[in-house]
């Protein structure tokens, strides 16, 4: 294919940020052909007034900046607010198989979704559907099902507040909670584990706090890429000379060295900060070892009489203390240092840096929550912090950097497929109808439900489900049996090639844009990864004539499939002030005054209760939760087996891929790269940028297979592998997840290279 050049490994030796990602900036704009709208847009992006970037969920700071986005944040919107324009003719020309042979970086480069269209099975084409015919075709589906069960409602976290809110309320009207969501497969064990320690599923840091700690951990977590905004933070922290802990297995580069590109002195001076002072690389899944050790440390160190507990903390606000204690003191240094891949001198250093902070923030990702014992790991981090009281206080707390731009939001108002009995009450209340009160599923359950034919309808507000979730092969062939598929979506993806006998693309506003209803201009509110509250207008005008926002796709879905509802969806579609006084009035302890708060130019925060040392326990305490020995992982006994990583690239967004590069990785025109442990190459007999495939180790009958993946000589720990979601989804076996959250565990896949050429018979030179 033309757009495929050879691929180029390069190390990246330059600090990242910096001119690279001004450089990267422009560029995204002009090959978008969007450098005057993209640049006026830019202007409104996370400013009072305006609209939050579609990209992550990181907090914007504090307004007094003139611009605030990042390389990566101008990528998303230039994505978004491209020229390029998937229209009736496109589809036409097109048969939904030819699509199928594209690349998800050819389709993302098709461009915006423009027209609600439906699959013809007699031509394989999508043909140009009316709204009111989409919504009967939904309705009439919904509605001849033989139990709402039967029906699985998924939402990405693009999607506002209000959008999810009444989708929530139409759903559980209808009858069912299936509510499987992208949080399922990013942060749900932040949102399961946490309740049960500290009260609350969501971090208790906020940006202030970050000018006030003195010592910051970043764990499993590609800031750089993923959430480059934070790296301000970083940087003043550093220049601050807070110590900052990098744990990954990966030297990511922008962790390491970092050029601030708001920054105009070290702009013109090439001048960058170092950022990590203590780079730990771990083993994959090697932090509860890493914990463990650190703990062990500071409860020696007590036993040896120092003052290193904050003692009135842990008397008046926690249980559980003991049990963990003894835990960590019973382990076994040589054990610590083997599963953690870490030296004992340097937890020791790390403990070191955790015991004279006064605060500490300890910031992770994916590289925690995407292990089989995700959610209880993520609890191992709250115990580390309770030891010395860093709840409640300036500088301190666990910060979980979550994903998508709203995906915290949804939840909140009501993206759950285990709603709190609270809630449901409240919306009986409010709503006057009984919700449905047994549990539904999450996203693996969906996917089972869709293999044993159980669910019959899918419809997904946002995302691209079957390509962001395991078992690429198994959830292809679920999906094919459904009776209707419906993609709720800003541009097309595999999602909507992949589909049920009856299909549906509902094109909608994006973030960017303005929303005008019968009732005038409206806006939408988002929550980010701080639990600030803020609202979001557009400011270009719609792609098309005929998108519609996603409150208008769910009123009148609901309106479809529930004629009887005696809920005034009429109203809602066009006036979204009244659907934020229903989500003030189903969450009063912390929405109360929605309307007059949201004016605030910076928007509200949502009380987290925490932050007060209130903790909404069972017991009315933070609780330590012991995880048992070291492993976060089941062992594996195969001596070939390695442990892979699925990671993102810097060029990408989740499943729309913006390009073949991965600069700070240094890889260029590829994504089926693996990267290796020179030794662990070596130890295969595999020659320099070898072809091989990767084969899943698991005994449940399914070979799992990708092929084609050359291999890059990395600074990764021995046994550990990365390389690029979602091209190696294949790989990850659907039931590999951690039971409490039900997250699949993206970050530790058992597998086994085999070598596609001859190994080599030479001895090698060395690098
Ligand atoms: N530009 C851009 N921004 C994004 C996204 C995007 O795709 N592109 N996606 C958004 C979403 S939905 C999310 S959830 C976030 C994801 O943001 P991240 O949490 O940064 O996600 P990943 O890229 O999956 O990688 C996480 C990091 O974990 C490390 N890691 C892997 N295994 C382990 C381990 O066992 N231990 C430790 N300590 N580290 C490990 C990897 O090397 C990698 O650096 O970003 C959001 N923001
Ligand atoms: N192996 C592996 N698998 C993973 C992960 C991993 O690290 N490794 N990460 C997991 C994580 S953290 C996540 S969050 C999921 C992501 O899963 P999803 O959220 O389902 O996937 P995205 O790629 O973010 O969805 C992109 C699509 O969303 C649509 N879209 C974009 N903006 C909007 C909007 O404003 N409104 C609407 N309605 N649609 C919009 C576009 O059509 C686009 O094609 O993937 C998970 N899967
Ligand atoms: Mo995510």
Redesign the pocket.
């Known amino acids: 294919m033309s757009e495929k050049k050879p691929p180029r490994y390069k190390p990246y030796d330059q600090p990242a940020g910096g001119w690279g990602a001004a450089a990267a900036t422009a560029k995204v704009l002009l090959e978008q052909s969007v450098v005057a709208k993209g640049s006026r847009a830019l202007l409104a992006m996370n400013q009072p007034g305006g609209f939050k970037c579609p ?4 907090p914007d700071a504090d307004h007094t900046r003139k611009l605030e986005f990042c390389e ?2 101008v ?2 919107l230039a994505f978004e607010a491209t020229q390029a324009r998937v229209t009736r003719e496109f589809f036409a020309r097109h048969t939904v198989s030819e699509l199928m042979e594209q690349s998800d970086y050819w389709l993302e480069m098709q461009g915006r979704l423009t027209e609600p269209m439906r699959y013809d099975a007699a031509t394989d084409h999508y043909v140009p559907c009316d709204w009111d015919s989409a919504f009967a075709l939904i309705a009439r589906h919904l509605r001849s099902l033989e139990s709402p069960h039967q029906a699985e409602f998924y939402t990405s ?1 693009r999607t506002p507040n209000e959008a999810a809110f009444l989708y929530a309320i139409f759903v559980r009207q209808f009858g069912t909670n299936n509510f499987p969501d ?1 949080s399922n497969m ?2 749900e064990p932040t949102s399961r584990g946490l309740p049960p320690a500290i009260g609350v599923g969501k971090g208790t840091v906020v940006l202030d706090d970050f000018e006030h700690a003195d010592a910051i951990f970043v ?5 750089g ?4 905004r934070m790296m301000t933070h970083l940087v003043e922290a550093r220049k601050r000379g807070i110590p900052i802990v990098a ?4 030297p ?1 580069r922008a ?1 390491i060295r970092f050029t601030e590109p708001q920054d105009v002195v070290q702009m013109a001076t090439f001048g960058s900060t170092e950022i990590a002072s203590e780079f ?1 690389h ?6 509860l070892a ?1 914990l463990k050790g650190m703990m062990k440390v500071v409860f020696e160190r007590e036993a040896a009489g120092e003052a290193v507990l904050d003692h009135a903390f842990l008397r008046e606000h926690t249980e559980g203390l003991e049990a963990v204690r003894a835990d960590a003191l019973a382990q076994d240094w040589g054990e610590i240092v083997r599963v953690s891949g870490v030296s004992e001198a340097q937890i020791r250093r790390c403990a070191e840096i955790y015991i004279r902070a006064k605060a500490t923030i300890i910031c ?8 089989q014992q995700g959610s209880r790991l993520v609890q191992q981090v709250a115990n580390l912090l309770f030891l010395r009281g860093n709840f409640g206080r300036p500088g301190a707390g666990i910060s979980p ?4 731009s709203n ?1 915290q939001g949804d939840r909140t108002v009501g993206i759950d497929e285990k709603p709190s009995p609270a809630y449901l009450d409240k919306v009986r209340e409010v709503f006057g109808f009984e919700p449905p009160r047994e549990h539904g599923h999450h996203t693996v359950e969906s996917i089972e439900a869709m293999m044993d034919g159980s669910a019959k309808v899918f419809i997904g507000l946002g995302g691209n489900f079957v390509r962001a979730v395991p078992d690429t092969d198994r959830a292809y062939a679920a999906m094919r049996k459904l009776d209707l598929t419906v993609g709720i979506a800003t541009k097309l993806n595999r999602g909507h090639l992949v589909h049920g006998r009856n299909a549906l693309i509902l094109p909608v506003v994006a973030r960017s844009e303005r929303i005008v209803t019968a009732a005038g201009e409206q806006f939408v509110t988002i929550e980010d990864s701080m639990s600030n509250v803020t609202a979001s207008r557009g400011v270009l005008e719609p792609v098309s004539g005929d998108v519609l926002p996603e409150v208008e796709i769910v009123c009148r879905m609901a309106r479809a499939t529930l004629p009887d509802s005696r809920i005034p969806w009429e109203d809602y579609r066009a006036d979204y002030g009244l659907v934020r006084d229903r989500i003030a009035a189903v969450y009063p302890a912390i929405y109360t005054g929605f309307a007059d708060r949201i004016r605030e130019p910076k928007g509200f925060h949502l009380d987290v209760a925490p932050r007060r040392r209130i903790w909404l326990t069972p017991n009315g305490k933070a609780n330590f939760l012991l995880l048992e020995g070291l492993e ?1 992982n089941d062992p594996i006994a195969d001596p070939s087996m390695l ?1 892979l ?10 499943t ?1 891929i913006y390009s073949y590069n991965d600069r700070y990785r240094g890889v260029y025109n590829d994504r089926m790269v693996l990267f290796m442990n020179l030794e662990d190459r070596r130890a295969r007999g595999l020659a320099k940028e070898a072809r091989v495939a990767l084969e899943t180790i698991s005994n449940d009958g399914h070979l799992r297979r990708v092929e084609g993946l050359t291999v890059l000589d990395y600074p990764m720990p021995r046994g ?1 592998l ?1 390389g690029y ?1 979602p091209e190696l989804n294949p790989l990850l076996p659907l039931d590999y997840y951690d039971r409490i959250s039900g997250t699949p565990a ?3 896949i058992p597998v086994r290279v085999i070598a596609m050429e001859a190994p080599e018979a030479s001895t090698e030179a060395g690098p």
């Not at 990209?55 to 990181?58: E, P, Q, V």
């Open positions: 990209s992550c969920a990181f990566n944040g990528k998303a976290g992208c990013c942060h764990m499993g977590q590609n800031t890429t993923n959430s480059p744990v990954n297995p990966m990511e962790l730990v771990i083993r994959i899944g090697g932090d890493l992770y990702g994916m590289g925690l929550t995407q292990h950097i979550r994903g998508h995906v976060v442990r990583a699925t990671v993102r690239s810097h060029d990408q967004f989740n729309s550990a990365a979601y993206a970050k530790s």
